[in-house]
């Protein structure tokens, strides 16, 4: 539906459109110019999605007040003499559809209706409460920048485009949502991103038809490859310079409005398993967190079903003092070691959630009472040994390393399906289970790409920044998983020096 | 049904339904530490005994400081006349099962082993969770004598036997094979040298050793044959020999050992031993009243002397080997290696006709790193 001629008209339409909603705000007020006769105009906008001040410095004030002459010469219609000359707003743009203005009136838009004519003016002077650039919750880093993506997008683009200038960045801006109308931003870099990663993201984002995207967990839910698997295939992250990372690796991002974390595809467990403080050390401290990352994340896997393993099946593979003081303290438990490990792994995640959703400072405290004072007394009860509290204690530690907390929630659900398989089958369980976690770690692709890469198939080029992390002269390409169009990322100029040194020597 | 989630479930009953027939808690497990096997009075049945650990006294922490006063272990017997017969009775007593996955030592007495030990050590090499680092011992007289010993520190004596035997003490006294080491040697021609335990209220001594033909207990050693034994064996890591050149003792620590044994098949058939033993060590006493300074010289007259005590040594056993007509050593392993065909030639009357005509030839060669510093 296209807008009437008459201002009156229109004022009714939009009023009866948005349902008069109570924050809706119209005022309306005349235009004296001297050349030309009185003109009724209007302003629509959302109450507290507007910045007041502009509204009242950059729109009324020169319409009503400042500008008196309307020169034909410069500008060949009013409604672009308004446009180009009247109003000190940086965007400004102009609309006929109704449907259109309604949705711009949504976004926080200023609608400006003048009497006569069939085109609305939609002025940008969103300005709205939100959440400043924070540090980041889950992923923080001692040595690093320590800003973390926000809710609004704009923020977000600009912690983005703050740290990568590069003219070949794009944003590419979709619109989704059948009621909610969400921004998504399609980020990569051009002549750099495979065109078909990009066309596949677009693709898939193009097919999502929900009625609102609350955050960007929506989108990766819908866009994965394998919704079966417990694992995540697409990668989350609230730390800008992650993604600017992932951007010049080739990657693609998807950044959603209102989300404080932004997706990153293709996502690999490898890529999943680092964080961006490994290079921001020097390459002896990054191997040396890196190797005790990928221990510790087997130990926080398999700790509690090779716990049941050798206490219910296999005690002689135990150290004999061991054994005997294992025995001796789980005398008189009246529980399976199954049944205790099971008790207390849950009564870990317990307090892991229960930690989440107290308030701050009582948060604390669940800790502490929940782990020390629980713990002991339920020893002291007979109802775990001691040695089970260690392993729960090793268990919780060694989880919390893994850099990624969608990550560790895939791990932590399979510990419980290593535990249930180990306390049937023993040893022999527990390889199973591994054999099949592997096995299904195997078949799971993010967008096209291993979800094993570069291990599983084997990319020796990529293994230089997996497990171990190269100094940085020694990563001068980009690694291969992303298939990025320029496959350099440092100047080789050095080494060749160096080859030529050997050469003449 | 989708067809994943049949598959799951179809995985699941056979897991759950194949499952757990092995599981057996810790708690509900009796670790065998040691066992003793001794003939009975009238020679007819086995005596049978277990030394078992009393976990309340492993349990550390809560109740602390008391230990000491605690009952550490329990000894008990069965006769019959059949080990698997016997344990299923023990289980029947302790209302647990027996776990020998972490038995450190088996002992068998002095008149059993006579009879034979081919049947117990059946029992334990058929087991698959038995550990094949426990030591396999001879005792001198009655075998569960030895639980009787309570060391102050090592109240189970089993684990102080182990440990004794484990080198934990470098010394040259005993033999420091296990279990895995004794069945090769046994399974090739019935032939062993096993280490000889006694055992006092407070103490055990391990010293000496006993040969052990066609699975039988034929022989006791001395501790010098022992320590020719455990140089052939090439277990030798440490241990003093004492050496005396011009009336004044000079004592040797033994620091590292090499022992090559090579045959060599001459012409009409005769078979040649080379032994090469190359041994460093220091020189750590020299016990004389005066200071002596030594020299050049004298290093190479006390290296001298030790070369002909230890050649001398390994002439006396070998030689003792072959007037009984056995093979501990695994002469016969290596003749089966190197010279395949003349095993098979001779392999049926090996120990009767072949070891006694065997020429051995000792070459030793013990060097003084150095003789430590007098200020």
Same mark, same amino acid.
């Given at each position: 539906? +296209? ?10 339409? $939009? ?12 005022? %309306? !007020? =005349? ?6 006769? +009185? ?19 950059? $729109? ?17 219609? !009013? ?77 977000? @683009? ?41 066309? %596949?993201?677009? +693709? ?9 995207? @609350? ?15 417990? !694992? ?5 992250? %609230? ?48 191997? !040396? ?14 700790? /509690?079903?090779?716990?049941?393993? @050798? ?5 002689e593979m135990i150290p004999t003092q061991?054994a005997l ?5 789980? =005398? &008189? $438990? ?5 049944? %205790? #490990? ?24 669940? &800790? ?12 002291? #009860? ?71 890469? /570069?291990?599983?198939?084997?990319? $020796? ?22 298939? #990025?169009? =320029? ?15 050997? +050469?003449?020597? | ?12 009953? *056979? ?16 670790f065998v530490m040691g066992v003793a096997f001794d ?7 086995l005596v049978m005994t277990l030394e078992l650990p ?19 272990k329990?000894v ?7 080990i698997?017969?016997?344990a *299923? ?9 027996l776990s020998f996955g972490h038995t450190k030592v088996i002992i068998i007495g002095e008149e059993l082993a006579r009879?034979g030990i081919g049947e117990i050590i059946d029992f334990f090499d058929r087991n698959p969770k038995v550990e094949r680092r426990l030591k396999l011992v001879i005792a001198q007289g009655e075998a569960r004598d030895i639980f009787k010993t309570a060391a102050?520190r090592e109240p189970i004596a089993s684990t102080y036997l182990y440990q004794m035997l484990e080198v934990v003490t470098p010394t040259t006294r005993v033999i420091t094979h296990n279990f895995q080491d004794s069945l090769r040697y046994l399974e090739h021609?019935g032939d062993t040298i096993l280490p000889r335990v006694r055992g006092t209220?407070?103490e055990l001594i391990v010293a000496g050793s006993a040969l052990i033909k066609?699975y039988k207990f034929n022989a006791w050693l001395g501790e010098?044959e022992t320590r020719?034994v455990a140089f052939i064996f090439n277990t030798v890591l440490g241990g ?88 501990p050593i695994g ?45």
């Amino acid at each position: 539906m +296209k807008l009437s001629k008459r201002i009156e008209q229109n004022i009714e339409t $939009i009023k009866h459109e948005l349902q008069n909603s109570s924050d809706l705000v119209l005022r %309306e !007020f =005349d235009l004296n110019f001297n050349q030309i006769p +009185k003109i009724h105009c209007a302003l629509f906008y959302l109450e507290a999605m507007v910045s007041n001040s502009q509204v009242t410095n950059a $729109i009324l004030q020169p319409l009503m007040h400042e500008i008196r002459d309307f020169d034909e010469r410069v500008s060949t219609t !009013f409604i672009k003499f308004i446009q180009e000359s009247a109003l000190t707003i940086g965007e400004v743009g102009e609309e006929t559809e109704l449907d259109k203005v309604l949705l711009s009136i949504m976004t926080g838009n200023v609608i400006l209706l003048i009497d006569g004519a069939r085109t609305a003016l939609t002025i940008d002077v969103k300005g709205w409460k939100h959440r400043g650039v924070e540090s980041p919750q889950t992923e923080a880093v001692i040595r690093g920048p320590r800003d973390s993506f926000s809710e609004p997008l704009t923020i977000n @683009l600009t912690l983005i485009r703050r740290r990568l200038r590069d003219p070949d960045l794009v944003f590419e801006r979709i619109t989704l949502g059948k009621r909610g109308h969400n921004d998504i931003v399609l980020a990569y870099i051009k002549n750099l991103a495979h065109p078909d990663l990009i066309a %596949e993201v677009r +693709k898939r984002l193009q097919k999502i038809e929900v009625d609102v995207i @609350l955050d960007s967990g929506y989108v990766e839910q819908i866009i994965e490859d394998d919704w079966w698997s417990p !694992f995540n295939t697409l990668q989350d992250s %609230e730390r800008p310079d992650e993604v600017v990372a992932g951007l010049v690796e080739g990657r693609v991002a998807i950044l959603v409005d209102n989300s404080p974390f932004a997706l990153l595809v293709p996502a690999t467990l490898n890529s999943q398993m680092m964080s961006p403080e490994d290079y921001y050390v020097r390459w002896p401290a990054a191997n !040396f967190i890196r190797i005790i990352r990928f221990i510790a994340s087997f130990v926080a896997f398999v700790t /509690p079903s090779l716990y049941i393993s @050798l206490v219910s099946f296999h005690p002689e593979m135990i150290p004999t003092q061991l054994a005997l003081s294992i025995a001796a303290t789980r =005398d &008189g $438990i009246p529980f399976p070691s199954y049944v %205790e #490990a099971l008790m207390m792994e849950l009564s870990l995640e317990l307090l892991r959630e229960a930690g989440i959703r107290l308030p701050g400072a009582i948060g604390q405290t669940i &800790g502490i009472v929940g782990g020390l004072i629980i713990g002991d007394a339920a020893v002291r #009860a007979g109802i775990v040994s001691p040695i089970m509290v260690i392993v729960v204690a090793m268990t919780a530690i060694a989880g919390f390393i893994i850099p990624t907390y969608t990550l560790s929630f895939g791990l932590r659900i399979s510990r419980f399906f290593l535990m249930i398989i180990s306390s049937l089958l023993g040893l022999y369980g527990l390889t199973l289970g591994l054999l099949l976690m592997l096995g299904h770690l195997a078949t799971l692709t993010s967008f096209g790409v291993s979800y094993l890469s /570069p291990w599983a198939p084997l990319n $020796i080029h990529d293994l230089r920044d997996s497990i171990i992390r190269s100094p940085w002269h020694r990563l001068k390409h980009r690694p291969q998983y992303t298939s #990025a169009l =320029d496959p350099t990322r440092q100047a080789t100029h050095t080494s060749k020096k160096r080859k030529a040194k050997k +050469k003449q020597s | 049904m989708n067809y994943r989630f049949r598959l799951l479930i179809i995985i699941l009953l *056979a897991v759950i339904s194949a499952g757990c027939w092995d599981s057996k808690d810790i708690d509900k497990r009796s670790f065998v530490m040691g066992v003793a096997f001794d003939l009975e009075k009238t020679g007819q049945d086995l005596v049978m005994t277990l030394e078992l650990p009393v976990l309340k006294s492993f349990e550390t922490g809560t109740d602390g400081g008391s230990s000491n006063t605690k009952k550490t272990k329990a000894v008990i017997s069965t006769t019959g006349t059949s080990i698997a017969k016997m344990a *299923a009775g023990f289980e029947a007593r302790l209302w647990r099962e027996l776990s020998f996955g972490h038995t450190k030592v088996i002992i068998i007495g002095e008149e059993l082993a006579r009879e034979g030990i081919g049947e117990i050590i059946d029992f334990f090499d058929r087991n698959p969770k038995v550990e094949r680092r426990l030591k396999l011992v001879i005792a001198q007289g009655e075998a569960r004598d030895i639980f009787k010993t309570a060391a102050v520190r090592e109240p189970i004596a089993s684990t102080y036997l182990y440990q004794m035997l484990e080198v934990v003490t470098p010394t040259t006294r005993v033999i420091t094979h296990n279990f895995q080491d004794s069945l090769r040697y046994l399974e090739h021609n019935g032939d062993t040298i096993l280490p000889r335990v006694r055992g006092t209220d407070e103490e055990l001594i391990v010293a000496g050793s006993a040969l052990i033909k066609d699975y039988k207990f034929n022989a006791w050693l001395g501790e010098n044959e022992t320590r020719a034994v455990a140089f052939i064996f090439n277990t030798v890591l440490g241990g003093v020999i004492t050496a005396n050149v011009d009336n004044i003792n000079y004592s040797y620590a033994i620091r590292k050992t090499t022992t090559k044994i090579r045959p060599q098949l001459g012409d009409n058939n005769q078979l040649v031993f080379t032994i090469d033993i190359n041994a460093k060590g220091d020189i750590t006493e020299v016990f004389s009243e005066v200071p002596v300074n030594i020299t050049e010289d004298l290093i190479k007259k006390i290296q001298a002397k030790l070369n002909q005590i230890i050649a001398d040594d390994m002439h006396h056993t070998l030689k003792k080997f072959q007037e009984l007509k056995t093979d501990p050593i695994g002469l016969s392993i290596l003749t089966k290696r190197r010279y395949p065909k003349f095993w098979n030639q001779n392999k049926a009357h090996w120990k009767e006709v072949i070891v006694p005509e065997i020429k051995f030839e000792v070459k030793t060669n013990f060097i003084i790193r150095h003789a430590g510093i007098l200020s």
